[in-house]
């Protein structure tokens, strides 16, 4: 058994004390949960991706989309002509979209650049001491590289002397956020120049390789109180935020190397034995049923998991062609858009991702 098993199991048994509630499962309950799941698969046969025929306009939500998305890039009214990128044609796709029906789509080349100029708030998000960038990017194939993105002037990024620069890892599927405060994450410790320069273009740089990436949500923020709630991670292993934050924690302890030999066989199956009783304790061996205590622990469970279903149902979720999945967008409880997000869904419109 490897250490970073040892220490998951640490890890979990931390938070099992806080959350025990929520983690309980009984091996009945994921039956029914994956009985369920699968019945749905099939009765909504989740259809095939077609071109979207909505507009704003049409969905009565213009005027309210009109106010959340003033300071945002959401890319819904096709390619904006500041973005260009060096060599590949850019689009814009409803097949990801993580701020409502569009997303922009830069199939790019090798070292390709892609330059977004005077985009909104970009010059006053400069010019504040909590001023920072929030960008949501899907990659469609996991990547052993990164993108850089470079912030400054034209001329700036002409000469490749720019104050703000950060790369962001690209060995993932999927949606991530760039949550990146310009102070603190993004300061370029070889740039010459004013201290107080103002960002007029955003360049990124693509890996050196061929692929597919999806942008939306590009937001320069003057004064995000989010970038507090930042932890460490393996993008940025350099933000702050409290050093014994569960969070911050976990990132810490998973990069510690053994001090000690792993040990001997007896003592690796002393663990086996740990990670059973734990997995006993969450899944449950259908002993002790009749009893009170097991009997309210599983109808608070069965609740838990009714609600889920049900919250299931208004995701809408659709299958492109290629077998991913899109729906309603899911976002972090501390997400400055949560709250515009469920005035925008009480209209019965919907949010996408």
């Excluded at 309210?64 to 890039?73: A, F």
């Excluded at 659709?318 to 009480?346: H, M, Q, W």
Aim: glycine share 6%; with cysteine.
């Amino acid at each position: 058994m490897k250490i970073s098993k040892y220490i998951a199991i640490v890890i979990t048994l931390s938070l099992l004390v806080s959350n025990s509630a929520c983690l309980a499962k009984s091996n009945n309950t994921q039956e029914v949960f994956v009985e369920h799941v699968q019945q749905k698969d099939v009765q909504q046969n989740l259809k095939a991706e077609e071109p979207s025929s909505q507009t704003l306009e049409s969905l009565g939500i213009q005027s309210k989309w009109d106010e959340l998305v003033k300071n945002v890039q959401s890319f819904e009214n096709g390619v904006p002509k500041n973005w260009v990128s060096e060599k590949t044609a850019l689009k814009t796709s409803d097949k990801h979209y993580k701020l409502h029906l569009n997303s922009l789509k830069w199939d790019f080349e090798p070292n390709e650049k892609l330059i977004a100029t005077e985009e909104f708030n970009m010059k006053e998000a400069s010019q504040s001491k909590k001023g920072g960038l929030i960008m949501w990017i899907y990659n469609e194939t996991p990547i052993d590289d990164t993108i850089t993105v470079n912030l400054g002037t034209k001329e700036q990024i002409a000469n490749n002397n720019v104050p703000y620069t950060f790369d962001f890892i690209m060995n993932y599927k999927g949606w991530r956020a760039a949550w990146i405060s310009f102070k603190d994450d993004a300061t370029n410790k070889k740039y010459t120049g004013k201290s107080n320069s103002i960002i007029e273009q955003m360049e990124i740089i693509a890996p050196n390789t061929s692929g597919t990436l999806y942008f939306d949500t590009v937001d320069f923020l003057s004064d995000n109180k989010c970038f507090k709630n930042r932890a460490t991670d393996y993008q940025d292993p350099t933000k702050g935020g409290d050093s014994n934050s569960k969070w911050v924690s976990a990132y810490r302890y998973s990069q510690l190397k053994p001090t000690i030999p792993l040990g001997t066989k007896t003592y690796a199956d002393q663990f086996d034995i740990i990670e059973k009783r734990l997995d006993d304790w969450v899944f449950g061996t259908g002993n002790y049923l009749d009893e009170q205590p097991m009997q309210i622990r599983l109808d608070v469970l069965d609740d838990y998991i009714k609600s889920g279903l049900e919250q299931y149902d208004t995701l809408n979720l659709t299958r492109n062609s290629d077998g991913s999945i899109k729906g309603v967008p899911l976002y972090a409880g501390r997400s400055p858009y949560i709250e515009e997000l469920r005035k925008f869904e009480s209209t019965g419109a919907g949010v996408a991702t």
